[in-house]
């Protein structure tokens, strides 16, 4: 099928016969979240990519114009990192040796390396998607438009530059944004830290205790918090000295729980900690108590502090400004300021002598041991805590204090809440749930990284501070016209070479100098929905008319990610969100469950199960999973091979049946619901009912549940209308043949149409063989005002499908095999009447002499039922009733409403947290429920007279197989011989006719033998 749709152009003419409509208004917009190309894809692309095909492929059958334009993610530090790798390189250091020029050369290479393979991958799994006109984050053109967003922000005043302390990775020298920290279950990890008790000495004589996790940041504090309404407590240490910490956490340090460092329980006064601030303490180290040269004449002092609790610790927590993020916050606003002691590495420098080059993380064992030897420490422990690492290179982070750019979203974050109401989430739990709770915690963007591959922050400055300006630019043309010269390339060093001197310094000395950072990365993904088509300087009107876009797909991590990077520059550039539909899938994991690991192999290689199950079966297996309730999903290959069993096979063998029967009759199938047969009229009826269940799914995006709902027709017309209807395919001559091959024609035929974006190469082929036309993927969706609308027969139809099914588990449940006739079925229900006309189907499909229909209070059957509640399930919702309910329904307090609502002790019961079990009853009969009220009751004696019939059809069954085995076709007529023992002979002979009739015999012979043997000659 590939191959054909290639060869025939068939993607391009599934686009193109689509008219745009005036202004674009017959497009629907689908954003193609961009990869990565440094990496071969695995099944997460592989799940969202075939979401990006389900949805445009339903809407191009229902009628729009959708174009599919493949981008490419191309900056940032993974192409860095794989640069990095490729070169042999270790530092920034190592870089700037080789040369920025050299290192980007090798950063554009490594994200185009598996362009081919990415391709070749899209394309197996029969995604179309536009390769030849696709879009990279490191043209100009798109560059061009990400420095038109920055310094559109900037002139709206939304973009500053500061000094903050943010996520910091000191692997790869750069700061991450807050959101980075949260897009990925396994940035936190357990680690094990050394954690601290010191104390300082209070002008006022007492020693204050203070904790902390970092004991690396001690030579850094220049203050200690409090908190303004915790209650403290003085108590004398064991060499009698005055101690301060709050009253909560005292018996964590006193008496009985361990007096780890000599202190008592006796409290001497109680203190409320707005009595503390203000108070000067020794510094616990003497390197930044310089006032005149870190201007720290505020500093060394107790504060006030939000963020101070009494759940650990002392309740009195050390500042370091440089080093956390309220700390940074607290201290300011104290007066006090914020100084760094570690370089881009994270190794000290000269500010603190003593530890000069060490890396933090090394430093805390001298730092711990040198405050010992000062008297400073109080409690050492070890102290284990999920801690955040950097999601590209894994390494620990620390929270460091960067110069950066950053976009204030909170200025913005109200309007971003608001338009976030104007989105459709699926699942819709993601609105004010994981997004929108970002959302209102948003903080201001750290835009810019100290890198080297990206797109440029576009800001000049004058290099004298004397003369000091800025510049910002916004295009290609503007720095053409300011700088003389043509800019090619928006890449380092390029543009790092465009200066000019200041135009505001009269003596002409200064110079206009770039700085040096690159954007974020996720500033370019962002930027996507205008950038892929060079807004604004080209395609205006077509942007107005497509924006926001119609759809956009992503896992669940993205809501801090790419969703939300789109959501804010929307927002700050256009006032509209970025995206009219969201569908936000969970998380695929491996057979293990844990996270997939190239490593542990712990998932189906992609390429085997291709080649072994083909796309569909994936794609089946994907698109039908709760991963798009947003639920994660383990990856098997029995349940990709789930989905080939369940409905690959059922649609392929529905298709062969039809071909088998009407070819060998000579037959043509033709459109038609004409027919006046009850089964005809019954799946035709059904049909529509799928058609607007699948159509109403996908229209919301529910792409499980659509997949729910082509199952379960596939379970009606192969399981039931097939089965159901084999003696009129059989019967070529029969006055309803060419009714049951136009009704399987048509069925068929929109059952491929409507499964079509959900098993694209599998209707292909059904439908091709089926009508001889083009490609199923060129027509129309089905409209169900084509096909019958009957819902009474529907529901009375499914009403004796439900009487058969519980009937077939009466039978499996008493061991009775499906070709053994039985007397009769008794059907007590309500509507029992409504279903005198579709008795034969239940004779037949049950294999019963008789059925008798009545009302469910006009027998005395021997119905009883079992409740059982689920403890594990009821129990979170029920509290302390679950004891109730469990009681009540083994006294028998409990009923069943006609609504089939559950009641235990006066208490509802939800799904799932109970089971009803039926028990059989004694003397020849078995019962069984219907789940809308009433029940069955059969009769299970089997007499001579049943048994002999059984036995005949034993030997149908047989003579059946025999015939396949001698390769007859299914309208060959034959000559049969049976040789079995009397009791076999004489239920043959009782039954001749109908074993003739049912293996299309012209003879039958009958002969004594010691065991069953059968002979077919045609």
Not at 470 to 496: K, M, T
């Amino acid at each position: 099928m590939l191959a054909y749709w290639e060869k025939d152009g068939t993607f391009l003419a599934s686009v193109e016969q689509r008219a745009a409509g005036e202004d674009g208004a017959n497009e629907f917009v689908f954003y193609d979240g961009p990869p990565f190309a440094n990496g071969l894809p695995h099944y997460g692309h592989l799940l969202t990519g075939y979401v990006k095909d389900v949805v445009p492929r339903y809407q191009t059958m229902r009628g729009r114009r959708v174009e599919r334009r493949f981008g490419w993610d191309t900056h940032g530090l993974p192409a860095e990192l794989e640069a990095q790798r490729v070169l042999g390189l270790k530092t920034k250091a190592d870089i700037l040796e080789l040369g920025i020029e050299k290192f980007n050369e090798a950063c554009r290479a490594s994200v185009l390396k598996y362009t081919d393979e990415w391709r070749s991958y899209v394309t197996r799994q029969a995604r179309w998607v536009d390769f030849d006109h696709d879009y990279k984050t490191l043209n100009r053109d798109y560059m061009e438009s990400v420095i038109w967003a920055f310094k559109t922000l900037y002139d709206k005043g939304l973009v500053y530059e500061g000094l903050r302390v943010l996520p910091y990775c000191w692997n790869d020298e750069t700061p991450l944004s807050n959101h980075e920290l949260r897009m990925d279950d396994d940035v936190y990890q357990q680690r094990q830290d050394p954690s601290v008790t010191i104390a300082v000495e209070l002008e006022t004589g007492e020693r204050l205790l203070a904790w902390t996790t970092t004991p690396w940041t001690l030579p850094s504090n220049l203050a200690m918090a409090v908190g303004p309404d915790v209650d403290y407590v003085v108590v004398n240490d064991a060499e009698g000295r005055p101690t301060i910490l709050a009253e909560a956490r005292l018996a964590a340090y006193a008496g009985a729980h361990g007096d780890f460092a000599g202190l008592g329980d006796e409290v001497l006064r109680r203190l409320k900690g707005s009595e503390l601030i203000g108070l000067r303490y020794t510094p616990l180290f003497p390197f930044l108590a310089n006032a005149e040269v870190f201007g720290t004449g505020e500093a060394y002092k107790v504060i006030a502090a939000e963020h101070v609790t009494t759940d650990e610790g002392t309740g009195v927590v050390h500042m370091a400004p440089a080093y956390g993020e309220e700390d940074q916050v607290a201290c300011e606003a104290a007066g006090i300021p914020t100084v760094l002691t570690v370089d881009e590495g994270a190794r000290f420098t000269s500010v603190v002598p003593p530890y000069q080059g060490m890396h933090v993380f090394e430093a805390n064992r001298p730092i711990i041991r040198d405050l010992r030897a000062a008297g400073a420490l109080v409690r050492e422990d070890s102290y284990v805590h999920s801690y955040p690492h950097c999601w590209r290179c894994r390494n620990p982070l620390i929270y460091k204090a960067v110069s950066s750019w950053f976009v204030e979203v909170t200025r913005i974050r109200d309007r971003m809440v608001e338009l976030n109401e104007q989105i459709t989430w699926v699942p819709e739990h993601v609105k004010h749930g994981q997004f929108g709770k970002w959302l209102s915690n948003a903080r201001d963007w750290s835009i810019s990284r100290n890198r080297f591959w990206g797109s440029p922050i576009p800001v000049w400055r004058s290099d004298d501070p004397a003369y000091p300006r800025i510049d910002v630019y916004g295009s290609i043309e503007e720095l053409e016209r300011d700088f003389g010269v043509a800019v090619p390339d928006l890449h380092r060093p390029y543009v790092d070479q465009l200066t000019r001197p200041n135009p505001d310094d009269p003596t002409g000395r200064s110079t206009m100098r770039r700085v040096p950072d690159v954007l974020d990365v996720w500033f370019d993904s962002g930027s996507m929905s205008f950038a892929q088509v060079h807004y604004p300087f080209e395609n205006t009107e077509w942007f107005e008319h497509h924006f926001p876009g119609d759809f956009i797909v992503e896992y669940i991590g993205q809501t801090r990610g790419w969703f939300y990077t789109l959501h804010i520059l929307s927002t700050a550039l256009f006032d509209r969100p970025a995206f009219s539909s969201c569908l936000s899938h969970g998380i695929v994991l491996g057979n293990d469950g844990q996270k997939m690991s190239k490593s542990l192999r712990n998932y189906p290689d992609v390429s085997e199960v291709f080649d072994r199950d083909g796309a569909d079966a994936m794609r089946w297996f994907l698109m039908s999973s709760p991963i798009l309730r947003g639920g994660n999903l383990v990856v098997t290959e029995e349940g990709i091979r789930d989905g080939v069993r369940q409905v690959m096979i059922p649609l392929w063998n529905a298709w062969y049946f039809f071909a088998l029967y009407a070819n060998a009759a000579g037959a043509t199938g033709t459109w038609s619901t004409s027919s006046e047969v009850l089964l005809d009229r019954y799946v035709l009826a059904r049909l529509r009912v799928f058609v607007a269940d699948v159509e109403e799914k996908l229209d919301r995006y529910d792409v499980a549940s659509a997949c729910d709902a082509v199952l379960s027709y596939l379970e009606v017309l192969t399981n039931w209308y097939i089965r159901r209807s084999r003696d009129r395919f059989w019967d070529e001559s029969g006055e309803t043949f060419q009714d049951a091959v136009n009704t399987l024609y048509t069925a068929l035929e929109v059952v491929c149409r409507t499964a079509a974006p959900l098993l694209p190469l599998t209707v292909e082929q059904v439908w091709r063989g089926l009508t001889g036309e083009r490609s199923v993927h060129l027509t129309d969706w089905p409209s169900v005002d084509e096909l019958p609308d009957d819902p009474e027969l529907v529901a009375r139809m499914e009403r004796v499908r439900e009487v058969c099914s519980v009937a077939s588990s009466i039978r499996k449940a008493a061991g009775i095999r499906g070709r053994q006739p039985l007397q009769s079925l008794t059907v007590a229900t309500a509507d029992a009447e409504a279903l005198r006309a579709l008795v034969p189907l239940i004779e037949d499909e049950i294999n019963l002499r008789e059925v008798v229909l009545t009302s469910a209070d006009a027998v005395d059957a021997p119905v009883s039922q079992r409740l059982t509640v689920n403890a594990r399930a009821a129990g979170p919702r029920l509290g302390r009733d679950v004891q109730t309910v469990i009681k009540a329904s083994k006294s028998g307090d409990w009923s069943v409403s006609a609504d089939g609502a559950v009641v235990a002790g006066g208490i509802e019961l939800a799904e799932g947290e109970y089971t009803l079990e039926t028990t059989l009853a004694e003397g020849g009969t078995a019962s069984g429920l219907l789940s809308g009220g009433g029940f069955v009751v059969l009769d299970t004696t089997i007499t001579p007279e049943l048994e002999a019939e059984g036995t005949a059809r034993d030997v149908i069954r047989s003579v059946q197989q025999a015939r396949r085995d001698a390769g007859l076709q299914v309208t060959d007529r034959m000559r049969l011989s049976v040789t079995a023992d009397a009791r076999t002979m004489q239920a043959v002979e009782a039954h001749r006719e109908l074993i003739m009739a049912e293996t299309l015999a012209t003879e039958l012979d009958v002969a004594e033998g010691a065991e069953l043997q059968v002979a077919v000659t045609a």
